[in-house]
């Protein structure tokens, strides 16, 4: 079975401060792992995603994430956190055994940057 | 392209009304999903359909919902009867086939449902 922990329901950083949002996974086999934020009354927004290859990748809005195998975690990062950053973060995964199926999703992590 | 599209925005409702919502996918994808959220619960996957075909169906929480998707540009969600506790935003969202295990989903804005 595939699962997507977030630890942390909600993470307050002040502006200007790096910022990180945690994701840990379980998977058999190697994991496909995206980053989705969703601002207020807004659908899910792809942010970035790793497939295969150099374990740091950066994606929109001066994001980037670091797949860590032996730690099985996907951490979200950003080095200056901007108050329009502050949304809700999924972390998901699926498998790459696992065919077609859909993303697993975790419960999502609250950013609050504050001014 | 415009994205998933979602209607209506926001449907409120009394309880035991027949409640129906719809997408229409990206333009050439061929997988499409709903999903419901909630803060109890979150991201919940509902059904996903592949050339409008229902593949998946085992997270519909009851024979209350139904869900369909008569042609590759349009779905339906159907709520019937409604209750409160199916307040929720519903999501669709759809993906190509091709390298289909690395491809992310495109979701669309969501269907904010209400039942009083």
């Known amino acids: 079975a595939q699962s997507v922990a977030q630890p942390e329901d909600q993470v307050n950083v002040a502006e200007g401060n790096p910022l990180t949002v945690k994701c840990t996974y379980s998977v058999s086999g190697n994991p496909y792992l995206f980053w989705y934020v969703q601002y207020p009354n807004r659908g899910l927004q792809f942010l970035l995603k790793?497939?295969?290859?150099?374990?740091l990748v950066k994606g929109s809005y001066g994001f980037e994430a670091e797949f860590n195998k032996s730690q099985t975690s996907f951490h979200l990062k950003k080095p200056s956190a901007l108050v329009s950053d502050s949304a809700l973060y999924f972390c998901?995964?699926?498998?790459?055994?696992?065919?077609?199926?859909?993303?697993?999703f975790g419960k999502g992590t609250r950013l609050s940057v504050i001014a | 392209d415009a994205g998933v599209i979602q209607s209506p925005r926001h449907e409120v409702t009394e309880m035991g009304q027949e409640v129906t919502l719809r997408c229409k996918p990206i333009?050439?994808?061929?997988?499409l999903f709903w999903y419901r959220q909630t803060m109890m619960r979150g991201l919940e996957l509902l059904i996903y359909?592949?050339?409008?075909?229902?593949?998946?169906d085992s997270g519909m929480p009851e024979d209350r919902f139904s869900a369909k998707m008569p042609n590759a540009s349009f779905s339906t969600l159907k709520i019937q009867p409604s209750e409160p506790r199916d307040s929720a935003v519903y999501f669709c969202?759809?993906?190509?086939?091709?390298?289909?295990?690395?491809?992310?989903?495109?979701f669309g804005p969501g269907t904010r449902l209400t039942v009083l």
């Open positions: 359909f592949n050339n409008n075909v229902p593949i998946d």
């Open positions: 998901a995964v699926r498998s790459r055994n696992s065919g077609n199926t859909p993303l697993v």
């Open positions: 790793y497939i295969t290859g150099d374990n």
């Open positions: 333009s050439g994808h061929d997988y």
């Open positions: 969202a759809s993906t190509p086939r091709e390298a289909l295990s690395y491809n992310e989903q495109f």
